[in-house]
């Protein structure tokens, strides 16, 4: 079974991801090659059931996406002060949210990979793989 959830499904009001967290970026164009990388590597990858594909793109794709925006708000200084005069302080728990949201969905992407058992006649188990960007 190919990937065939298409972009507009992971962003809201259908999906999870806000427009708001991609300033300036084109959170639709940023999905779609997100989901062209997840679709080959699912694709490609015999130890992610056919039916879980669709699963499976979305959660990489999410992690991707999220990691982008804390990658983001880390970049982004604590505290900025515009003209002398008015001063905004950025909580840094921002960036320990995101990355605990694309830790979680790593996580999920990871229970889709279905390996083999090792001792003969077990059934197949589920093992946690974390998927490199």
Do not use: C
């Amino acid at each position: 079974m190919a990937v065939t959830v298409q972009a507009f499904e992971l962003i809201q009001p259908v999906g999870e991801l806000d427009t708001a967290w991609f300033p300036s970026q084109n959170l639709e164009t940023m999905v779609t090659a997100a989901l062209a990388d997840a679709r080959t590597a699912i694709e490609a990858n015999a130890q992610i059931a056919a039916t879980d594909h669709d699963r499976a793109a979305a959660a990489h794709v999410y992690a991707r996406m999220y990691r982008a925006v804390a990658s983001r708000l880390a970049a982004t200084p604590q505290t900025v002060t515009i003209a002398g005069q008015v001063t905004r302080v950025y909580d840094s728990a921002r960036v320990s949210y995101f990355q605990g949201l694309a830790n979680a969905k790593d996580a999920e992407y990871a229970g889709y990979i279905v390996v083999a058992a090792t001792s003969a006649g077990s059934a197949s188990a589920r093992a946690r793989a974390v998927p490199t960007w």
